[in-house]
C-alpha cells in the first residue's frame, strides 16, 4: 500500500464548478499535513496546511480525519487558474520528512 | 530574486556519464532537501541535510551522492548515469527541519535529467 494515495483524475469541470479531492495516508503516526499544487512543469508550491479542526482559506477547503487517515481538499467556484496537478503530502512522526501522494490532475474549461 | 534556484535547467546525457546538479538558496534556511520526480510525477524524498548535516537519506542507490559545502548549498552528484534517472530533480529549503504550516518547503524549478 502506499504511504499517501490520492485519486489521480483527471478532473475535468466547467468554471465555477465544485470540485472536491481526496487522499489517505497509511502511516498513522502522520504528524503534518498539506496540500500543494503543482503547475505542469514547474515546481510544487503550498497551497495550504490542513488542521484537524479544518480550515478554510477564500474558496479552498481542506478537512482532516485522523480517526479515517483521511485529507480532503474542496474548491468552490472553479476558476481557469485552479487547473493543476494537486498534491496530498503529509509529514512522518519527526516531522521532517514529506511524503507526497502522485496527485490529483484539475482541468477547469470555460 | 529567485529563493531556490538550480543548475541546470535541463540535463541531456549518455548512460555512464558522471553529471552534478548545483541547488542554492537565498532565504537564510537551515535545511536543505532533493526530490526525484518520476515519469509518473511521483515526487519522492531522497536526501534531507540540516546545517551542512545529513538527516534522511532514503533507499537511494550510492551513485547518488549529495554534497553541502555550507548551508546555503546542496549539490548532486550522479556516477554511472542509468536510463532509469531520468526524471525531474527538484531541490527544496526549509527554515528548519520540523516542517509545518510555520515552516514551508520552498522548490526550487527543478533539473530534467534525461539519460540517452
Known amino acids: 500500500r502506499k504511504e499517501v494515495e490520492q485519486d489521480p483524475g483527471p478532473f475535468n469541470v466547467p468554471e465555477g464548478a465544485t470540485v472536491a479531492f481526496n487522499c489517505t495516508y497509511s502511516n498513522s503516526a502522520s504528524q503534518s499535513f498539506f496540500w500543494y499544487r503543482q503547475d505542469c512543469r514547474k515546481e510544487p508550491k503550498l497551497l495550504m496546511s490542513v488542521y484537524s479542526s479544518g480550515n478554510e482559506d477564500g474558496r479552498f477547503t481542506a478537512q482532516l480525519n485522523r480517526a479515517s487517515q483521511y485529507i480532503s481538499l474542496l474548491i468552490r467556484d472553479s476558476k481557469l487558474s485552479d487547473s493543476a496537478t494537486y498534491l496530498c503530502v503529509v509529514t512522518l512522526y519527526n516531522n521532517n520528512d514529506m511524503r507526497f501522494g502522485a496527485g490529483t490532475r484539475l482541468t477547469v474549461k470555460p | 530574486d529567485t529563493a531556490v534556484s538550480q543548475t541546470p535547467k535541463y540535463l541531456v546525457t549518455q548512460m555512464g556519464n558522471d553529471k552534478s546538479i548545483k541547488c542554492e538558496q537565498n532565504?537564510?534556511?537551515?535545511?536543505m532537501y532533493w526530490y526525484k520526480q518520476d515519469s509518473k510525477k511521483f515526487l519522492k524524498i531522497m536526501f534531507s541535510y540540516n546545517n551542512k548535516e545529513l538527516i534522511i537519506n532514503e533507499t537511494v542507490p550510492n551513485r547518488f551522492s549529495p554534497k553541502s559545502p555550507d548551508k546555503a548549498h546542496l549539490n548532486l552528484h550522479i556516477n554511472s548515469l542509468e536510463l532509469g534517472d531520468s526524471a525531474v530533480y527538484f531541490c527544496?529549503?526549509?527554515?528548519?527541519?520540523?516542517?509545518?504550516?510555520?515552516?514551508?518547503?520552498?522548490f526550487g524549478p527543478g533539473t530534467r535529467l534525461t539519460v540517452l
Open positions: 527544496a529549503s526549509s527554515q528548519d527541519r520540523l516542517l509545518s504550516s510555520y515552516n514551508e518547503q520552498f
Open positions: 532565504l537564510g534556511h537551515d535545511t
